[in-house]
């Protein structure tokens, strides 16, 4: 099996809604904010490659929203997933599976694209992986999450007849050394990979661990649907990459690709952080 990240370019988003309920003096150490008190977020994938099988888990914003809607995420850096993509010998049509961590628009945002007044997938040739109950929640959302589910990201995907389903399961295998693990304080039934490579397990965070500097049980985001529910996965995640030297893939830290955790006096902390190339 071999890695390869994919940055797909940087965004903002008010660091009060990131951290929820904890205050600025404290989240700001970690996550400077600028003028506007907006932080800076990655939208960083990965590629898996094994076998025959190119899977992308993840597709970051895209690029076919408004200039309006753009505008409140102040996107930046050179970064694209074409050229993230190219820069490890692959193109989008080599790509057989997009998994989809959740719906929301800064993870399935690239999974479609417009070409002229058609919105088609952007990975003809793939299989594209969301489940059943998320999928539900999605396309019926409710009214304070449904301007993270945008219909244009979503639903070209099934009528394409490319849409697949996993099986929400504690144990979901979806190939050979690539588990899933579900989790619904976020969202309901986000899905998190837990890869083996190398002789180690790597869990793809997605919306659980946005950053290293949410590590605290309690810094929960504002965007998050139920937080005490976030907060229990958190543990239980958390601890279990503890005892098992997890490395956790990080998907929104700006500066942080990868992370192992470790026991404290404090409660679960930053062991170390590294890059996914140095492995």
Known sequence: MNLYTINTGYFKLDGGAMFG?????IWQKTNPADENNMCTWAMR?????EGNRLILIDTGIGNKQSEKFFSHYYLHGDDTLEKS?????????????????HLHFDHVGGAVVRKGETLQPAFK?????????????????NEREKASFLSENILPIQESG?????NVSDQANFIEG?????????TESMMMPLISYKG??????????????HLPIPYVMSYDMFPLTTMSERKHFFGEAAENEYILYLEHDSVNECCTVQHTEK?????DTFTLADI
């Open 85 to 101: 993509l190219a820069s490890h010998g692959f193109g989008v049509d080599d790509v057989t599976d997009v998994f989809l961590t």
């Open 21 to 25: 309920v904890v205050p600025k003096s």
């Open 162 to 166: 490319q849409l697949n389903f996993i």
């Open 178 to 186: 690539f588990d899933v693990k579900f989790v619904s304080g976020h």
């Open 45 to 49: 994938c990965l590629l898996v490659e």
């Open 267 to 271: 409660g679960i902390r930053v062991k």
């Open 200 to 213: 180690r397990k790597i869990l793809y965070m997605a919306d659980l661990l946005p950053s290293v500097g």
């Open 125 to 141: 040739n793939a299989a594209y992986w969301s489940n059943q109950n998320h999928w539900e929640w999605a396309v019926n959302p």
